[in-house]
């Protein structure tokens, strides 16, 4: 098992900045796929942004491309999302899932991919 914790978020103003992190604990793998997904109030939770642990690549959702950085520490075993230029519709809550393998990129948005996932933190964007 692999448990997944998760800090930052908060509230913040149109135009500003947040940063998440995501600290992975208990039977990880050196190979392994994480992402942050997002669940605003009415709505489906929704691909926000993707780091493979092999080369390193990341993948973002067309919403959060140019303004979101997801990074890694493999040493630390975490990834972070900085998140910058924020607007009202980036309020949800962010959640950090898992694979323990690399995730082919073709489905590398899909929930269904991930087997972990941590217990989200709330992002609120006001205008």
């Known amino acids: 098992q692999v448990q997944l914790s998760e800090s930052g978020g908060g509230l913040v103003q149109t135009g500003g900045s947040l940063g998440l992190s995501c600290a992975a604990s208990?039977?990880?793998?050196?190979?392994?796929?994480m992402g942050w997904f997002r669940q605003a109030p009415g709505k489906e939770r929704e691909f926000v942004a993707a780091?493979?642990?092999?080369?390193?690549?990341?993948y973002y959702a067309d919403s959060v491309k140019g303004r979101f950085t997801i990074s890694s520490d493999k040493t630390k075993n975490t990834v972070s999302l900085q998140m910058n230029s924020l607007k009202p519709e980036d309020t949800a809550v962010y959640y950090c899932?898992?694979?323990?393998?690399?995730?082919?990129?073709?489905?590398?948005?899909?929930?269904?991919?991930?087997?972990?996932w941590g217990q989200g933190t709330q992002v609120t964007v006001s205008s």
């Open positions: 899932a898992r694979k323990e393998s690399s995730v082919i990129v073709s489905a590398i948005q899909l929930l269904r991919m991930y087997d972990y």
């Open positions: 208990g039977r990880t793998q050196s190979t392994y796929t």
């Open positions: 780091i493979r642990s092999r080369g390193g690549h990341t």
